[in-house]
């Protein structure tokens, strides 16, 4: 059995990630802040719950300390939690959205390793953004030109680049990011756009599923490469 841990996953794409996952024959842990609503969210697609906040050493540490003790290892990690941070900028705001959607990613990546080194297919799948793009963001015919996304654009960068230094770091381990395309989700919410998560859950599936051969330090969407 492939055994996998989704970060943010009590709803939207994260819910719908473990949700095809189950499908497919994965163990899957739901990871989410909110015990009563993560448990819940579990509960409702029979995947396992997690208590996990990737802003909490402590919550992350003791979330894949219970994996360990369960499973033994960890085959795929999809890091999915995120925040929009949309709206006026200030510092504190800036520490939050950081805090989540980048450093949030080495809290849990760093706890998960020793378990994704007893995997004999490890794959570690960052939900990243083409608003992250500096290429999207820069070129007038692409969305991503107009959306006033300061603090999102610039920590999923962030967490782009993260994910291709953990691919030359850990060569042992697969690490990929992905654009999943625009959306309807809480988070999209304001901006009244999307598509339905089970689409966009697709892209993050086909990257947790990858072969002992697939690639790794991608950044990707559903169709191919995606331009740094």
Known sequence: ????????????????????????GHVVYVGARDEERGGKAAAAIGARFVQLDVTDDASVSGALAAIDAAEGRLDVLVNNAGLLGEGPVDGAKALRVFDTNAVGVVRVTEAALPLLRKSANPNVVTV?????????VTNPERPEYGLPLTLYAAS???ATMLTVQYAKAEPGIKFNALEPGATATDMTAAFGIGRPVGESAKTV???????PDGPTGTFTDEN?????
């Open 224 to 228: 191919g490469p995606l331009a740094f």
């Open 1 to 24: 059995m492939t055994i996998t841990l989704i970060t943010g996953a009590n709803k939207g794409i994260g819910f719908e990630t473990a949700r095809q996952l189950l499908e497919l």
């Open 205 to 211: 599936v086909r990257l947790a599923t990858l072969g």
């Open 156 to 158: 999923k960068a962030a």
């Open 128 to 136: 990243s953004s083409s608003m992250g793009s500096f290429w999207a």
